[in-house]
Protein backbone atom coordinates (compact mmCIF):
# COMPACT_ATOMS: atom_id res chain seq x y z
CA UNK A 1 0.00 0.00 0.00
CA UNK A 2 1.37 3.31 -0.91
CA UNK A 3 1.02 7.04 0.43
CA UNK A 4 -0.15 9.31 -1.90
CA UNK A 5 -0.95 12.95 -1.53
CA UNK A 6 -2.03 15.67 -3.52
CA UNK A 7 -1.54 19.55 -3.60
CA UNK A 8 -3.99 21.34 -6.53
CA UNK A 9 -1.90 25.10 -6.40
CA UNK A 10 -4.99 26.84 -7.92
CA UNK A 11 -7.65 27.19 -4.61
CA UNK A 12 -4.31 27.18 -2.50
CA UNK A 13 -2.97 30.58 -4.04
CA UNK A 14 -6.18 32.15 -5.35
CA UNK A 15 -7.30 31.68 -1.80
CA UNK A 16 -3.84 32.67 -0.51
CA UNK A 17 -3.92 29.70 1.74
CA UNK A 18 -6.46 31.02 3.98
CA UNK A 19 -7.15 27.78 5.92
CA UNK A 20 -3.27 28.09 7.60
CA UNK A 21 -2.22 31.12 9.51
CA UNK A 22 0.57 31.52 7.08
CA UNK A 23 2.55 30.24 3.95
CA UNK A 24 5.35 28.92 5.89
CA UNK A 25 3.42 26.98 8.93
CA UNK A 26 1.20 25.46 5.46
CA UNK A 27 4.79 24.37 4.38
CA UNK A 28 5.93 23.09 7.85
CA UNK A 29 2.91 20.88 7.93
CA UNK A 30 3.86 19.26 4.39
CA UNK A 31 7.33 18.65 5.71
CA UNK A 32 5.90 16.72 9.20
CA UNK A 33 3.04 14.97 7.19
CA UNK A 34 5.37 13.51 4.59
CA UNK A 35 8.54 12.84 7.13
CA UNK A 36 5.93 11.03 9.50
CA UNK A 37 4.70 9.05 6.71
CA UNK A 38 7.45 7.68 5.02
CA UNK A 39 8.75 5.83 7.90
CA UNK A 40 5.50 3.41 7.46
CA UNK A 41 5.40 2.99 3.54
CA UNK A 42 8.33 2.19 0.83
CA UNK A 43 6.80 3.93 -1.70
CA UNK A 44 5.66 8.02 -1.33
CA UNK A 45 3.57 10.01 -4.47
CA UNK A 46 2.80 13.37 -4.75
CA UNK A 47 -0.33 14.21 -7.41
CA UNK A 48 0.25 18.22 -8.11
CA UNK A 49 0.64 20.38 -10.84
CA UNK A 50 3.79 22.47 -12.61
CA UNK A 51 3.16 25.11 -9.86
CA UNK A 52 2.49 23.02 -6.86
CA UNK A 53 5.49 20.93 -8.35
CA UNK A 54 7.79 24.04 -8.74
CA UNK A 55 7.38 24.68 -4.68
CA UNK A 56 7.07 21.48 -3.00
CA UNK A 57 9.31 19.46 -4.90
CA UNK A 58 12.32 21.99 -6.95
CA UNK A 59 12.12 24.15 -3.79
CA UNK A 60 10.73 22.70 -0.55
CA UNK A 61 12.55 19.43 -1.76
CA UNK A 62 10.15 16.78 -0.45
CA UNK A 63 11.92 13.39 -1.70
CA UNK A 64 8.48 11.68 -2.98
CA UNK A 65 9.61 8.41 -4.54
CA UNK A 66 7.74 9.43 -7.52
CA UNK A 67 5.93 12.82 -8.50
CA UNK A 68 2.87 13.19 -10.93
CA UNK A 69 1.92 16.83 -12.36
CA UNK A 70 -1.49 15.38 -13.40
CA UNK A 71 -3.46 18.00 -11.67
CA UNK A 72 -2.98 20.31 -14.85
CA UNK A 73 -5.69 18.67 -16.17
CA UNK A 74 -8.28 19.92 -13.38
CA UNK A 75 -7.07 23.65 -13.73
CA UNK A 76 -10.52 24.46 -15.59
CA UNK A 77 -12.41 23.82 -12.29
CA UNK A 78 -13.47 26.71 -10.09
CA UNK A 79 -11.01 26.73 -7.00
CA UNK A 80 -14.00 26.79 -4.84
CA UNK A 81 -14.06 23.27 -5.28
CA UNK A 82 -11.13 22.62 -3.57
CA UNK A 83 -11.82 18.98 -2.88
CA UNK A 84 -10.91 18.11 -6.96
CA UNK A 85 -7.28 17.80 -6.48
CA UNK A 86 -8.19 15.10 -4.43
CA UNK A 87 -11.16 13.26 -5.65
CA UNK A 88 -9.20 13.31 -9.37
CA UNK A 89 -6.00 11.93 -7.32
CA UNK A 90 -8.73 8.93 -6.27
CA UNK A 91 -9.81 8.03 -9.60
CA UNK A 92 -6.17 7.61 -10.93
CA UNK A 93 -4.92 5.41 -8.02
CA UNK A 94 -4.39 1.79 -9.84
CA UNK A 95 -3.14 -0.53 -6.52
CA UNK A 96 -4.25 -0.11 -2.84
CA UNK A 97 -3.31 3.54 -1.52
CA UNK A 98 -3.81 5.60 1.50
CA UNK A 99 -4.02 9.42 0.63
CA UNK A 100 -3.19 11.69 3.30
CA UNK A 101 -3.87 15.28 3.56
CA UNK A 102 -0.75 17.47 4.46
CA UNK A 103 -2.33 18.58 7.86
CA UNK A 104 -2.34 14.89 9.21
CA UNK A 105 0.45 13.27 11.11
CA UNK A 106 0.53 9.52 11.16
CA UNK A 107 3.12 9.22 14.54
CA UNK A 108 2.35 5.23 14.38
CA UNK A 109 1.94 2.60 11.33
CA UNK A 110 -1.77 1.70 10.53
CA UNK A 111 -2.92 -1.63 11.80
CA UNK A 112 -2.29 -4.44 9.51
CA UNK A 113 -5.77 -4.85 9.59
CA UNK A 114 -5.74 -1.90 6.84
CA UNK A 115 -4.54 -3.75 4.33
CA UNK A 116 -7.56 -5.75 3.25
CA UNK A 117 -10.13 -3.17 4.02
CA UNK A 118 -11.85 -1.82 0.77
CA UNK A 119 -12.28 1.99 2.34
CA UNK A 120 -10.33 3.46 4.85
CA UNK A 121 -11.09 6.48 6.47
CA UNK A 122 -10.58 8.90 9.65
CA UNK A 123 -13.93 8.43 11.30
CA UNK A 124 -17.30 8.34 10.08
CA UNK A 125 -19.42 11.76 10.78
CA UNK A 126 -22.72 10.99 12.46
CA UNK A 127 -25.30 13.61 12.01
CA UNK A 128 -28.95 14.47 12.32
CA UNK A 129 -30.34 15.60 9.09
CA UNK A 130 -31.17 19.84 9.62
CA UNK A 131 -28.75 20.16 12.10
CA UNK A 132 -25.29 19.72 11.23
CA UNK A 133 -22.50 21.20 8.88
CA UNK A 134 -23.66 18.76 6.29
CA UNK A 135 -26.87 19.64 4.15
CA UNK A 136 -27.93 16.53 2.14
CA UNK A 137 -30.94 18.11 1.47
CA UNK A 138 -29.82 20.21 -1.85
CA UNK A 139 -30.01 17.02 -3.49
CA UNK A 140 -33.85 16.72 -3.24
CA UNK A 141 -34.76 19.12 -5.89
CA UNK A 142 -32.07 17.63 -7.94
CA UNK A 143 -34.43 14.31 -7.05
CA UNK A 144 -37.55 15.53 -7.87
CA UNK A 145 -36.75 17.60 -11.05
CA UNK A 146 -35.41 13.63 -12.46
CA UNK A 147 -32.32 15.02 -13.22
CA UNK A 148 -29.09 12.82 -13.28
CA UNK A 149 -28.01 11.60 -9.69
CA UNK A 150 -26.30 8.41 -8.74
CA UNK A 151 -28.18 5.74 -7.62
CA UNK A 152 -26.16 5.32 -4.26
CA UNK A 153 -27.31 8.88 -3.40
CA UNK A 154 -31.05 8.61 -4.25
CA UNK A 155 -31.46 5.42 -2.30
CA UNK A 156 -29.09 7.07 0.97
CA UNK A 157 -31.52 10.08 0.36
CA UNK A 158 -34.40 7.86 1.18
CA UNK A 159 -33.34 6.09 4.24
CA UNK A 160 -35.02 9.04 6.31
CA UNK A 161 -32.62 8.56 9.64
CA UNK A 162 -29.71 9.54 10.92
CA UNK A 163 -26.82 9.46 8.61
CA UNK A 164 -23.22 9.42 8.50
CA UNK A 165 -20.60 11.02 6.51
CA UNK A 166 -16.93 9.68 5.95
CA UNK A 167 -13.79 12.12 7.32
CA UNK A 168 -11.32 12.20 4.30
CA UNK A 169 -8.40 12.73 6.69
CA UNK A 170 -7.18 9.88 5.47
CA UNK A 171 -8.34 8.36 2.30
CA UNK A 172 -8.21 4.78 0.18
CA UNK A 173 -8.32 1.23 0.85
CA UNK A 174 -7.63 -2.26 -1.42
CA UNK A 175 -10.80 -1.63 -3.65
CA UNK A 176 -9.16 0.93 -5.73
CA UNK A 177 -12.13 -0.43 -8.29
CA UNK A 178 -14.25 0.64 -6.06
CA UNK A 179 -12.80 3.87 -5.00
CA UNK A 180 -12.20 4.61 -8.63
CA UNK A 181 -16.44 5.03 -9.31
CA UNK A 182 -17.01 7.06 -6.60
CA UNK A 183 -14.59 9.28 -6.91
CA UNK A 184 -15.36 9.67 -10.94
CA UNK A 185 -18.95 10.20 -10.13
CA UNK A 186 -17.92 13.20 -7.99
CA UNK A 187 -16.11 14.51 -10.39
CA UNK A 188 -19.35 14.00 -12.89
CA UNK A 189 -21.87 15.64 -9.78
CA UNK A 190 -19.20 19.00 -9.87
CA UNK A 191 -19.27 19.19 -13.31
CA UNK A 192 -22.91 19.06 -13.49
CA UNK A 193 -22.89 22.00 -11.24
CA UNK A 194 -20.58 23.98 -13.11
CA UNK A 195 -22.74 23.86 -16.52
CA UNK A 196 -26.62 22.89 -15.23
CA UNK A 197 -28.43 26.28 -13.19
CA UNK A 198 -30.85 23.03 -10.96
CA UNK A 199 -27.39 21.79 -9.96
CA UNK A 200 -26.14 24.68 -8.04
CA UNK A 201 -27.01 24.50 -4.83
CA UNK A 202 -24.37 21.51 -4.49
CA UNK A 203 -21.55 24.51 -5.94
CA UNK A 204 -18.22 24.51 -3.70
CA UNK A 205 -20.19 21.75 -0.75
CA UNK A 206 -16.82 20.15 -0.87
CA UNK A 207 -17.89 18.20 2.39
CA UNK A 208 -21.11 17.24 0.54
CA UNK A 209 -19.87 15.88 -2.46
CA UNK A 210 -16.36 14.26 -1.14
CA UNK A 211 -17.56 12.71 2.50
CA UNK A 212 -21.16 12.16 2.63
CA UNK A 213 -21.52 10.48 -0.99
CA UNK A 214 -18.22 8.44 -0.14
CA UNK A 215 -20.87 7.48 2.66
CA UNK A 216 -23.75 6.78 0.18
CA UNK A 217 -21.37 4.58 -1.96
CA UNK A 218 -20.28 2.80 1.54
CA UNK A 219 -23.95 2.22 2.50
CA UNK A 220 -25.17 1.42 -0.91
CA UNK A 221 -22.63 -1.42 -1.35
CA UNK A 222 -23.27 -2.62 2.20
CA UNK A 223 -26.75 -3.36 1.35
CA UNK A 224 -26.83 -4.32 -2.17
CA UNK A 225 -23.97 -6.46 -2.58
CA UNK A 226 -23.25 -9.54 -1.41
CA UNK A 227 -19.75 -10.68 1.03
CA UNK A 228 -19.50 -13.50 -1.94
CA UNK A 229 -19.63 -10.51 -4.63
CA UNK A 230 -17.61 -8.40 -2.62
CA UNK A 231 -19.23 -6.25 -0.12
CA UNK A 232 -17.38 -3.11 0.78
CA UNK A 233 -15.41 -3.06 4.11
CA UNK A 234 -14.76 0.00 5.97
CA UNK A 235 -11.94 0.82 8.64
CA UNK A 236 -11.42 3.60 10.63
CA UNK A 237 -8.82 5.22 12.85
CA UNK A 238 -11.58 5.98 14.93
CA UNK A 239 -15.41 5.34 16.22
CA UNK A 240 -16.69 8.46 15.73
CA UNK A 241 -15.73 12.14 15.49
CA UNK A 242 -15.89 12.38 19.44
CA UNK A 243 -13.12 10.01 19.86
CA UNK A 244 -11.00 11.71 16.78
CA UNK A 245 -11.17 14.81 18.76
CA UNK A 246 -10.20 12.91 22.05
CA UNK A 247 -6.16 13.90 22.52
CA UNK A 248 -6.16 10.82 24.46
CA UNK A 249 -7.84 8.34 22.35
CA UNK A 250 -5.72 10.14 19.38
CA UNK A 251 -2.44 10.26 20.89
CA UNK A 252 -2.92 5.82 21.38
CA UNK A 253 -3.93 5.83 18.01
CA UNK A 254 -1.35 7.75 16.91
CA UNK A 255 -2.92 9.86 14.61
CA UNK A 256 -3.32 14.19 14.36
CA UNK A 257 -5.39 15.89 12.00
CA UNK A 258 -5.00 19.55 12.55
CA UNK A 259 -8.64 20.01 11.51
CA UNK A 260 -10.33 23.92 10.54
CA UNK A 261 -9.53 26.12 12.89
CA UNK A 262 -6.56 24.34 14.25
CA UNK A 263 -4.49 26.10 11.54
CA UNK A 264 -5.10 29.41 12.60
CA UNK A 265 -4.40 28.40 16.04
CA UNK A 266 -0.78 30.88 17.26
CA UNK A 267 -0.18 28.03 19.85
CA UNK A 268 -0.27 24.97 17.85
CA UNK A 269 1.22 26.63 14.70
CA UNK A 270 4.08 27.90 17.18
CA UNK A 271 4.52 24.14 18.37
CA UNK A 272 4.68 23.05 14.78
CA UNK A 273 7.12 25.37 13.79
CA UNK A 274 9.17 24.22 16.94
CA UNK A 275 8.81 20.89 15.75
CA UNK A 276 10.22 21.59 12.62
CA UNK A 277 13.07 23.86 13.53
CA UNK A 278 13.87 20.69 16.47
CA UNK A 279 13.29 17.70 14.34
CA UNK A 280 13.68 18.75 10.70
CA UNK A 281 16.65 21.88 10.75
CA UNK A 282 17.59 21.70 7.28
CA UNK A 283 13.58 21.85 6.09
CA UNK A 284 13.10 24.79 8.83
CA UNK A 285 15.95 26.75 7.34
CA UNK A 286 15.08 26.27 3.81
CA UNK A 287 11.54 27.83 5.07
CA UNK A 288 12.35 30.17 6.31
CA UNK A 289 14.73 31.14 3.41
CA UNK A 290 11.73 30.47 0.80
CA UNK A 291 9.24 32.90 2.57
CA UNK A 292 10.72 35.99 3.42
Not at 135 to 164: C, G, V
Not at 195 to 216: F, K, M, R, V, W
Not at 222 to 242: E, N, W
Amino acid sequence: MQAVWSFWSKPYFERQGSTWLSHKHYLYSCVLSFECARRHFCETVLYTDDAGAELLIDELKLPFSSVSTSLNDVNHYDSAWWAVGKLYTYSMQSAPFIHIDSDVYLWKALPKHFQQATVIGQNPEYFQIGSSWYHPEKFDTIIASRHWLPDEIIWYREQRKKQMAVCCGILGGSDVGFIRQYAKQALKLIDCSLTEEIYQPLHGDNLLIEQYLLSAFINYNQQHISAKQGQCKSAYIFKSADEAFNPDISKQAGYTHLIGGAKCNQKLMDRLERRICNDYPEYFERINSMVL
